[in-house]
């Protein structure tokens, strides 16, 4: 990263993030870089992310053909959790919704809701958090140089 990748404060320059990435945490990850050319470090912890919500994201598809909603939660829960601390901020959304209806529980979590409505919201959701991860996947892979 050159001189020019920089913002005026000295930090780390971003592509367009638009509402994908959280600038702010997405610095903190860079934050732990030692080499702040190369981005080692961090760019490790990302691509681990990525690898491991597709593996996530295949075993949610895998638990909605067994209609297993609890799995469905904690699968959403740990997702949540992993794009969260990266600024991921729509994956992180999307995947607190289905930790909720996987819990049987409205989108926010304070209502309780059938099982069959929660499944027909996960299964909406699913494709439109797949697609927002490889969105957020496509610009950090610019960003490190890696598509």
Known sequence: MT??????DG?????????AIDPMT??????MDEDEDEH???KQIVFDFFEQAKATFD????????KDLADLSQLGHFLKGSSATLGLV?????????????????????????ADACLEQIVKILPVVKADCADAERRLRAFYRED
């Open 90 to 114: 729509k994956v992180k959304d999307s995947c607190e919704k289905i930790q909720h209806w996987g819990a049987g529980k409205d989108a926010g979590g304070d209502n309780p809701q059938a």
């Open 11 to 19: 930090s780390h320059a971003l592509p367009d993030c638009g509402d």
């Open 40 to 42: 080692e470090f961090s």
């Open 59 to 66: 075993n949610m598809d895998q638990k909605v053909q067994e």
């Open 3 to 8: 001189t020019e990748d920089r913002s005026e």
């Open 26 to 31: 997405f610095e903190q990850i860079l934050e």
